[in-house]
């Protein structure tokens, strides 16, 4: 748990996974925007999600998601989930990692963290509520983000 102290660095310098859906039908993609902390008592990881994703259907849909963390090796695999949609090809297969069920969602064996979390919160961004700077840099064109608190279920180290 050591290595995640710092999540300002773990979500925008290395980047994580968020995973949403089962075995069957799950969809995976990288985030750089999130947080962690608590809320209502309660241990959170806070993420954001645009609905123009194939990603933000999985969020809806399903009660559990994760976000997963991974040692520099998988960088690349991380470029290829970032920039590819699961709508459109299998991204997964592109890569190198291995998906794994975990508890209510999926995840994949490479990953040195994995955080498991029960949505208990969402709600769409409001851009009358934003500086203008930050509506004119990322919300000309899409809708803007929904935010996704999740509990903390469990935390998988390896």
């Known amino acids: 748990m050591k290595e995640l102290i710092n999540p300002f660095e773990k979500f925008y310098q290395h980047w994580a996974l968020v995973t949403a859906g089962k075995k069957d039908h799950f969809n995976t993609m990288t985030v750089a925007w999130g947080s962690m902390g608590t809320v209502w008592s309660r ?4 993420i954001y999600i645009k609905p123009c994703r194939y990603t933000y259907n999985f969020l809806n849909e ?3 998601f994760t976000v997963s963390f991974y040692d520099e090796k998988y960088k ?12 459109d090809t299998d991204k997964i297969a592109l890569t190198s990692l291995t998906p794994v069920e975990v508890n209510g969602s999926m995840s994949f064996e490479e990953a ?3 955080i498991v979390l029960k949505k208990i919160y969402y709600q769409d961004m409001d851009i009358n509520q934003m500086p203008s700077a930050v509506v004119n ?7 803007p983000h929904r935010m996704y608190i999740g509990e903390v279920v469990e935390i998988i180290e390896k």
């Open 76 to 87: 690349k695999d991380m470029s290829i989930l970032g920039t590819k949609s699961g709508k």
């Open 43 to 46: 241990p959170i990881v806070t």
């Open 62 to 64: 399903n009660d559990y």
């Open 112 to 114: 040195n963290c994995t």
């Open 137 to 143: 840099r990322y919300y000309t064109e899409e809708l």
